[in-house]
T-cell receptor, first 110, second 115 residues
Framework: AQRVTQPEKLLSVFKGAPVELKCNYSYSGSPELFWYVQYSRQRLQLLLRHISRESIKGFTADLNKGETSFHLKKPFAQEEDSAMYYCALSEAYNTDKLIFGTGTRLQVFP | EPEVTQTPSHQVTQMGQEVILRCVPISNHLYFYWYRQILGQKVEFLVS????????KSEIFDDQFSVERPDGSNFTLKIRSTKLEDSAMYFC?????????????FGAGSRLTVL
């Protein structure tokens, strides 16, 4: 069965420190991977997706099929990055559903 | 920026009562979804809806759940006889085309508390 694992419930860093939010997945096919973010009192929103290969708000994520990982990285964390981050997987065109990880809360201290 | 709107934001109900959660998807979107998140757990897919019928549903979406698009704008989730374990945040989402590599736009959620 498809699964998304985010091993850290909470990640705390100081402003300016590098950040890496880990995401591992299990899926035998070619998945589509996403990072969604939920800022305090706001709705869940897309941060980035692997097919776009883009950097959003300084965040990047590379799909590593060998390690089945899609870690989210930012070289210098900002206080406004504090939020809940969810990694999600889709089987692309075979299904409608997104499979979410349990989420990692990122706290960036000043 | 267009938003997915959900009402109510919070509903408290007694076990066994029927609940209807409402959603207004983005107007040009064709695919609609319900997800739920029990406190402390992951966001889980419930159902997808396209062309006035269910496209896909999860094992969670049993006979007590139903979805409907009663008019051109609303998309509703009905829970016929609520149970304590139905307490959760319910998220509506919509997308222009079928989820896959595409992007979902989520609503702010409706928190359901079953007593």
């Amino acid at each position: 069965a498809q699964r998304v694992t985010q091993p850290e419930k909470l990640l705390s860093v100081f402003k300016g420190a590098p950040v890496e939010l880990k995401c591992n997945y299990s899926y035998s096919g070619s998945p589509e991977l996403f990072w969604y973010v939920q800022y305090s009192r706001q709705r869940l929103q897309l941060l980035l997706r692997h097919i776009s290969r883009e950097s959003i708000k300084g965040f990047t994520a590379d799909l590593n099929k060998g390690e089945t990982s899609f870690h989210l990285k930012k070289p210098f964390a900002q206080e406004e990055d504090s939020a809940m981050y969810y990694c999600a997987l889709s089987e692309a065109y075979n299904t409608d559903k997104l499979i979410f990880g349990t989420g990692t809360r990122l706290q960036v201290f000043p | 920026e267009p938003e997915v709107t959900q009402t109510p934001s919070h509903q408290v109900t007694q076990m066994g009562q029927e609940v209807i959660l409402r959603c207004v998807p983005i107007s040009n979107h064709l695919y609609f979804y319900w997800y739920r998140q029990i406190l402390g757990q992951k966001v889980e897919f419930l159902v997808s809806f396209y062309n006035n019928e269910i496209s896909e549903k999860s094992e969670i979406f049993d006979d007590q759940f139903s979805v409907e698009r009663p008019d051109g704008s609303n998309f509703t989730l009905k829970i016929r006889s609520t149970k304590l374990e139905d307490s959760a945040m319910y998220f509506c989402a919509s997308s222009e085309v079928r989820q896959g590599a595409n992007v979902l736009t989520f609503g702010a959620g409706s928190r359901l508390t079953v007593l």
